[in-house]
């Protein structure tokens, strides 16, 4: 059985702190996803990551593929109350099938 | 381009009551997901339609829920009767084939549908 493992799975900080979180597993996939959920509303995609050791970045989001293609880390540069929400990341993993990680809750305080 | 449309955002019936959800996708993609998402947990996969064949159902309770896709495009899920363990948000999702420019497992989201089973 493939598995995404979330870390933390809840992270409360401070307006301006930099966090990371990390998305592991012991299979290798083909692309992997991070998506925000804020409550009440579906997930929205942040950025597919295909290739491994590859980096992307989206404004103060810094996200990347481990060398294997089994792991991934999203990194938030100087946080602000707009990125609260759930974090999820999630994998393809080949068959049309994509598996979703529990999420890492992020709550930044003002 | 309008999104995923679902419908009822909330619901609250009693256990052993029924209930339906139903998903209109992007216009133009091919594969449509229903997920169900339990608080303090990530989407789980229940049902994943090909145009309106079935890819994959194996986590789909098939005692109490079904779901269809005709023609293709919209999709209704049910649960007859709902449990308990059922309260969770449904979340229909949709993606772009890769024969159509889609990459792989770039999902799109609606907002989902709460379920409350008294």
């Known amino acids: 059985t493939q598995l995404l493992e979330q870390s933390p799975q809840f992270l409360s900080i401070q307006e301006g702190e930099n966090l990371t979180v990390y998305c592991n597993s012991s299979?290798?996939?083909?692309?992997l996803q991070w998506y925000r959920q804020e409550p009440g509303e579906g997930p929205v995609l942040l950025v597919t990551?295909?290739?491994?050791?590859e980096v992307k970045k989206l404004k103060r989001l810094t996200f990347q593929f481990g060398d294997a293609r089994k792991d991934s880390s999203l990194h938030i540069t100087a946080a602000q109350p707009g990125d609260t929400g759930l974090y999820l990341c999630?994998?393809?993993?080949?068959?049309?099938?994509?598996?979703f990680g529990a999420g890492t809750r992020l709550f930044v305080k003002a | 381009e309008a999104g995923v449309a679902q419908s009822p955002r909330y619901k609250i019936i009693e256990k052993r009551q029924s209930v339906a959800f139903w998903c209109n996708p992007i216009?133009?993609?091919?594969?449509l997901y229903w997920y169900q998402q339990i608080l303090g947990q990530g989407p789980k996969l229940l049902i994943q339609?090909?145009?309106?064949?079935?890819?994959?159902d194996s986590q789909l309770p098939k005692d109490r829920f079904s779901a269809e896709r005709l023609k293709g495009v919209d999709s209704t899920l049910k649960i007859q009767p709902a449990k308990l363990e059922d309260s969770a948000v449904y979340l229909c999702?949709?993606?772009?084939?890769?024969?159509?420019?889609?990459?792989?497992?770039?999902?799109?989201f609606g907002e989902g549908s709460r379920l409350t089973v008294l």
């Open positions: 999702a949709s993606s772009l084939d890769f024969a159509s420019g889609g990459a792989a497992g770039e999902l799109f």
């Open positions: 299979s290798v996939f083909s692309s």
């Open positions: 990551v295909v290739t491994g050791g």
């Open positions: 999630a994998a393809y993993t080949g068959g049309f099938k994509t598996i």
């Open positions: 216009s133009g993609h091919a594969t």
């Open positions: 339609f090909q145009n309106n064949g079935v890819v994959d």
